[in-house]
């Protein structure tokens, strides 16, 4: 969704500098084409507005943008302002182009446009817990511009745009976002036992969770070693465990952590991959010394 509207309450052209005013020439008789450019030289050196051969380059604008979000009990942005400044583009001939000489071009600051935003959502549905829309709204010159960042929903204008900068969207249909990237956390005891705690059990219920998991070996003034990997997919569920121990071949007093991350299988969530988090290290005492403390 992306909508653009005028939004000047003013505009103001500025035109480029005017060169001085000659007296007519009839091109029905003969002409002294010196006399004129001499007439025109003077002229111009009275002249502190006229820039001889000026043209205007072009024009451009700064863009001033804002990120509006909407947690699962939000319904209206605060209102915020916007500010967008024109300039314009003025060259000219300097020097010989043999010489080294080229086209100077400098700016003049124009219009500056300023605009008063709120973005609200009507018929608000509701959200999973670690989902959120966000829009960004953004003006450049006189033209405002608002879409969409990450949302839970397919979002249609309501209202809003031109010489309104009060933004109304109401939902359509719903669409899967990416998974919260904190949903499923890890911890790792000292026999190398890993246990994966899925916060959003209850709502992925039925649904496929595929989970790739490393151990790591800490090295010092080296980067760290992979000792084990796996891949598994599993039906959903509070716990998921695995034993690294019985993986790989691991030493008693080494360092070790384990990287781990998910993504879920199923229409609640996007199928993309988390984030890579990784547990606490902690160092391998085999079951056997562990039983004899």
Excluded at 1 to 22: E, I
Excluded at 47 to 65: E, L, S, W
Excluded at 84 to 104: F, N
Excluded at 161 to 169: A, I
């Amino acid at each position: 969704m992306k909508v653009k509207a005028g939004f000047a309450l003013a505009v103001g052209l500025l035109a480029g500098p005017v060169l001085a005013q000659d007296a007519p020439v009839d091109f029905e008789q003969g002409v002294d084409v010196t006399a004129v450019l001499a007439r025109s030289r003077a002229a111009a050196q009275k002249d502190p507005i006229a820039v001889a051969a000026a043209n205007v380059g072009g024009k451009r604008a700064d863009v001033d943008c804002q990120t509006v979000r909407f947690g699962p009990n939000d319904s209206a942005s605060p209102t915020f302002e916007l500010r967008s400044r024109e300039y314009h583009e003025y060259c000219y001939p300097s020097g010989d182009p043999r010489q080294g000489g080229g086209r100077q071009c400098y700016e003049v600051p124009g219009i500056q446009y300023r605009e008063r935003v709120t973005v609200a959502i009507r018929d608000r549905q509701a959200l999973l817990p670690w989902e959120s829309d966000s829009f960004r709204v953004c003006l450049e010159g006189p033209w405002l511009d608002i879409d969409d960042v990450e949302t839970a929903y397919e979002y249609r204008l309501v209202s809003g745009g031109s010489r309104n900068g009060n933004f109304v969207l109401a939902p359509v249909k719903k669409i899967a976002m990416r998974p919260d990237p904190m949903g499923v956390t890890g911890e790792i005891d000292a026999q190398l036992k890993l246990a994966l705690k899925d916060k959003w059990a209850s709502y992925y219920r039925g649904e496929t969770i595929e989970i790739k998991a490393a151990l790591k070996k800490t090295v010092r003034g080296w980067p760290d070693s992979t000792v084990a990997e796996t891949s598994i997919k599993l039906p959903v569920g509070e716990v998921y465990s695995a034993d690294f121990s019985k993986l790989a071949r691991v030493a008693a007093g080494q360092e070790y952590y384990v990287q781990y991350s998910v993504r879920r299988l199923g229409a609640v969530s996007k199928d993309s991959w988390t984030k890579a988090l990784q547990t606490a290290r902690v160092r391998y005492v085999p079951p056997s010394l562990a039983l004899n403390k």
